[in-house]
């Protein structure tokens, strides 16, 4: 079954730091994979997607890779300010319509 | 460009009553999907329409219907709506085929008792 997997669910940290989400997926065979942001009670913001033949994009402070050898992929937000506040989302295409999502980890930035 | 909107924001149904979910975009987009997100479980693909005029069950499609209306509208029908279709429901649309991402509507809070 092709399961996406997003840890820690939850995390706090103080504005200022560098900080790693991580997702995981158990099938390797993946078309692109994009995450989201999502503010409590909004839709879905795409911040970055990543074709398979890539291995990472940035935007901004954010910078997004990809292993599809080891199924990972993994969000760098540098310098992390209370803005940042929100649950990321990671999503998988395993072809140009097909989206598994995974569960989400909701981030806090603290002054 | 409003790109993806949904109506109504926010519902309450009684178990049994039916009623419809409305997704347009103004993106010139072919493809339109319909999710639920539910706690705990992500979010999850109800039906999808690749282009005007096809439809194509997802992940979790019973006891909903769609219709892709025209090129920029999709809507979502429950006909009776039970307890376990309480959620949060989200539209998206992407161009067509490729390496292109998807864009999401605010949602639709749906909450049958």
């Known amino acids: 079954k092709q399961e996406v997997t997003q840890i820690p669910a939850a995390l706090s940290v103080p504005e200022g730091e560098n900080l790693v989400l991580n997702c995981s997926f158990t099938?390797?065979?993946?078309?692109?994979l994009q995450w989201f942001r999502q503010d409590p009670g909004k839709g879905l913001t795409s911040l970055l997607l990543?074709?398979?033949?890539?291995r990472e994009q940035t935007s901004g402070r954010l910078n997004a890779s990809l292993d599809k050898s080891s199924g990972r992929s993994t969000l760098y937000i540098a310098a992390s300010q209370p803005g940042d506040s929100a649950t990321y989302l990671c999503?998988?295409?395993?072809?140009?319509?097909?989206?598994?999502f995974g569960t989400g980890t909701r981030l806090q930035v603290f002054p | 460009n409003a790109g993806v909107t949904q109506t109504p924001k926010f519902q309450v149904l009684k178990t049994g009553q039916s009623m419809t979910l409305q997704c347009a975009q103004d993106?010139?987009?072919?493809?339109m999907y319909w999710y639920r997100q539910d706690p705990g479980m992500g979010l999850r693909l109800i039906y999808y329409?690749?282009?005007?005029?096809?439809?194509d069950k997802g992940e979790v499609p019973n006891g909903y219907n769609v219709s892709r209306l025209n090129k920029r509208e999709f809507s979502l029908r429950l006909e009776s709506a039970a307890p376990s279709q309480t959620s949060v429901y989200f539209c998206?649309?992407?161009?067509?085929?490729?390496?292109?991402?998807?864009?999401f509507g605010p949602g639709t809070r749906l909450t049958v008792t």
């Open positions: 099938d390797s065979a993946i078309y692109n």
């Open positions: 993106m010139n987009h072919n493809s």
């Open positions: 990543i074709q398979s033949s890539q």
């Open positions: 998206a649309s992407k161009v067509a085929g490729g390496p292109y991402e998807q864009y």
């Open positions: 329409s690749a282009s005007e005029g096809t439809t």
């Open positions: 999503a998988v295409f395993y072809n140009t319509d097909k989206l598994i």
